[in-house]
């Protein structure tokens, strides 16, 4: 191994692998960046870690000027956002509370971890990859609904809901695209910030709900329904399979179901099979799957509709 490839400085050596998957491009910068200080256990040793990666990439004859750039660029952004480490690592420790680490976390467990968590940063406890700033968050945002207005899911007699809506920004982003914008949560506090950020909106909705099952509501009553980022907590409750079976009796005929990362896994496959093998038994198609496609999130994209292998056909 040569010297470049082996940083003398075994604490930058742990945290190289996240400075260098920004720096390859593998990872938003943003993304790689929140990685890094979620890795790092004091800002010094995050500090150290990107210099390491700079001097690992200077000897690569390809890349070498993209990569100093790219984590040139991570380094701006966390001089733009000094708070950034620490908005992280608050958020971190309160969803690092006890019952997250149960076999099944139940759903008034998350509740309670995420009243505690939005109450330290409303941005960071929906989205760390945010570092913590609305304007990335608000962009990153931007960048879902446009997805969804790209594959022409909204129009001004669509109903939609946000299943795990969080402080509301998906909502909020929605309702003026759409006859009415539904968002549940199980998080109390969640659900105040959710009604603060749509004040303005007079057809967003919101209600709190037990989290075991979507039993609030008619069959087919719905035309869209959208789950960010809270597919992996219905994972860890062993409420997916359910989730996806009510998700589906829900919808309208031809209805969509899009689904923004479904498990914190290490095995992207075995998940993605898993979430195939529940849309199949439920009666929902998977029309669209892709990773890493935002600009701002390396989030994990599907989505589904609610028809028959006949209606396809035709
Ligand atoms: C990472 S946050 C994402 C929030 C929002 N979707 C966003 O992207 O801004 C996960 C949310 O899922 C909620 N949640 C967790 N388990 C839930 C359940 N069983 N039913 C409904 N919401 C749940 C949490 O309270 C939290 O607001």
């Known amino acids: 191994m040569t ?58 004859p390809h890349e070498r000027d993209k990569a100093v750039k790219r984590l040139q660029r991570m380094r701006t952004l966390w001089d733009q956002t000094p708070e950034a480490f620490a908005s992280i690592k608050a958020v971190m420790h309160s969803l690092d509370h006890p019952s997250a680490r149960d076999l099944h976390p139940s759903p008034e467990a998350w509740a309670r971890i995420f009243d505690d968590a939005v109450g330290v940063s409303r941005e960071a406890s929906v989205a760390l990859y945010c570092l913590g700033r609305a304007d990335l968050l608000r962009a ?20 939609v809901l946000d299943v795990g809506c969080g402080s509301g920004r ?13 968002g549940i949560d199980v998080s109390m506090h969640m659900l105040q910030a959710a009604r603060e950020c749509c004040a303005a909106c007079p057809n967003a909705v919101f209600v709190r709900t037990s989290g075991q099952d979507l039993s609030v509501f008619r069959d087919t009553s719905v035309d869209l329904i959208c789950a960010v980022d809270v597919f992996p907590y219905f994972v860890m409750s062993d409420l997916a399979q ?28 075995a998940s993605e099979n898993e979430l195939r093998r529940f849309a199949q038994e439920a009666g929902l198609y998977v029309r669209h799957s892709a990773m890493g496609k935002f600009s701002l999130w390396d989030g994990t994209c599907f989505l589904l509709q609610k028809t028959t292998q006949q209606e396809r056909s035709t």
């Open 140 to 159: 990153a945002t931007d960048e879902i609904v446009e997805r969804i207005r790209a594959w022409n899911l909204l129009r001004d007699d669509v109903c």
């Open 3 to 60: 010297s470049h490839n082996k940083p003398d400085d075994p604490i930058a050596g742990r945290l190289l692998e996240s400075a260098l998957r920004g720096a390859y491009g593998r990872t938003p910068e943003n993304v790689a960046l929140a990685q890094l200080l979620m890795a790092a256990s004091c800002a010094e040793e995050a500090n150290r870690a990107l210099n390491a990666a700079i001097n690992h990439v200077r000897f690569d």
């Open 170 to 182: 998906v909502v909020e982003a929605l309702a003026r695209h759409v006859r009415t914008a539904i």
């Open 242 to 269: 359910r989730h996806i079976g009510e998700m589906a009796r829900v919808l309208r005929r031809n209805g969509h179901l899009l689904i923004l990362n479904y498990a914190y896994s290490n095995d992207p496959t």
